[in-house]
């Protein structure tokens, strides 16, 4: 079974501190994702990775920044946290270039106050 | 722009009835379409999806029907279950060269007992 892994499931911080979310992979996929899920927004893409050290903008990269030093890992960085950035945050991960099915882990719910 | 739409934010089904999810999109690039199922506070778990050389899968339950000249595909599930009371995800994946998936905003089915 593949597993997708997140370092928090809840988080609370305050506006203008430095966020960090980790994410880890177990199955050697080469691509990971990271997504953010709003009510009635769905889910919309933040950054990609496709090879380590590699990152692509997805439709929402602003105020966000990545970082995937090794295959299994993929970290979501909010630079100065604010409060529209309040967020279910979704990592994923898939294998080659086919870009068939993604497997999503369980969510981190940030919450910015 | 949206290329990835599920008009119906919500369904409600009798247990036992058939519930039919639909999603129509407008990029002709698309070639391959997955639904997630997603419960609260969980990641989306994959559950079915088709090529668009075919037009019709079936998992069990789950069906899903591909209309490539309407741009619209459904997923029927019969029959309905309470468990299957989640947000259900359309996703597109645009030609074999691409990583990424472009989703809908989801519909919430409420299978009632």
């Known amino acids: 079974d593949v597993k997708v892994t997140q370092s928090s499931r809840y988080l609370v911080k305050r506006t203008g501190e430095k966020v960090f979310l980790e994410c880890v992979q177990d199955?050697?996929?080469?691509?990971m994702f990271w997504y953010r899920q709003d009510p009635g927004l769905g889910l919309r893409l933040i950054y990609f990775s496709y090879d380590v050290k590699m990152k692509e903008k997805g439709d929402i990269p602003e105020g966000y920044s990545v970082s995937r030093e090794k295959k299994e890992r993929f970290s979501l960085i909010l630079e100065s946290a604010s409060t529209n950035q309040t967020s279910m945050y979704l990592c994923?991960?898939?294998w080659g270039t086919g870009g068939y099915e993604q497997y999503f882990g369980p969510g981190t719910r940030l919450t910015v106050t | 722009d949206q290329q990835v739409k599920q008009n119906s934010p919500s369904l409600s089904v009798q247990e036992g009835r058939i519930s039919i999810l639909n999603c129509d999109y407008t990029?002709?690039?698309?070639?391959?379409f997955l639904w997630y199922k997603k419960y609260p506070a969980e990641g989306p778990t994959f559950l079915i999806s088709i090529s668009s050389i075919k037009d019709k899968n079936e998992d069990g339950r789950f069906t899903v029907f591909l209309n490539k000249s309407a741009k619209h595909l459904s997923l029927h599930i019969v029959p309905s279950q309470p468990g299957d009371s989640a947000v259900y995800f359309c996703a597109a994946r645009a030609g074999a060269g691409s990583y990424q998936l472009t989703f809908g905003k989801g519909t919430k089915l409420s299978v009632i007992p």
């Open positions: 994923a991960s898939s």
């Open positions: 990029n002709s690039m698309f070639d391959y």
């Open positions: 199955m050697d996929h080469e691509n």
